[in-house]
């Protein structure tokens, strides 16, 4: 298996983006030229507000809204657990089926962030999903990673 790798940090924002592109096709092919499979955006946020990661009944909200504004459509219920002896990593988890894949994310409450995974063989903006998963849980600031799976 072949792997090309490009990480590109945009200077105008706080966002770090990672293209990770692996596959056993033909690697001299430019990678925007590589038709993908699915995507998957890892959205790390940090300094988030509070009330509202610890908030189930927002969580829910958050995945609702998201589906609406990226398009996908949600397969079953969205399960929210609050979970964890270990302080470090107590808070919420939550996972959405979507007819193309899965949403999930965790919430940690000690350091007040959340990761959160996007990932469909739909095709959707991942600058768009994480400008509103950053405006939606109110964090001051967040990374954004982009894998294109082949």
């Known amino acids: 298996m072949?792997?090309?790798?490009?990480?590109?940090?945009?200077?105008?924002?706080?966002?770090?983006?990672?293209?990770?592109?692996?596959?056993?096709r033909n690697i001299n092919m430019p990678i925007n030229e590589i038709e993908?499979?699915?995507?998957?955006?890892?959205?790390?946020?940090?300094?988030c507000d509070p009330a509202i990661?610890?908030?189930?009944?927002?969580?829910?909200r958050y995945v609702k809204e998201l589906c609406d504004l990226i398009k996908m459509?949600?397969?079953g219920e969205c399960h929210v657990v609050?979970?964890?002896?270990?302080?470090?990593?107590?808070?919420?988890?939550m996972m959405q089926l979507i007819e193309t894949s899965?949403?999930?994310?965790?919430?940690?409450?000690?350091?007040?962030?959340?990761y959160i995974d996007i990932f469909s063989c739909k095709p959707y903006d991942p600058q768009v999903a994480a400008d509103f998963t950053k405006h939606f849980f109110r964090a001051?600031?967040?990374?954004i990673h982009i894998t294109k799976r082949l």
């Open 53 to 60: 990661i610890r908030s189930a009944d927002d969580i829910r």
């Open 82 to 93: 609050h979970f964890g002896k270990d302080k470090r990593v107590e808070g919420y988890s």
């Open 2 to 24: 072949k792997r090309v790798g490009i990480l590109k940090t945009l200077s105008k924002s706080h966002y770090l983006k990672r293209i990770m592109v692996t596959s056993t």
């Open 140 to 143: 001051k600031s967040m990374n």
């Open 36 to 47: 993908p499979w699915g995507l998957l955006t890892s959205l790390d946020l940090y300094e």
């Open 102 to 114: 899965l949403i999930s994310g965790h919430f940690a409450n000690l350091s007040n962030s959340a």
């Open 73 to 75: 459509k949600p397969f």
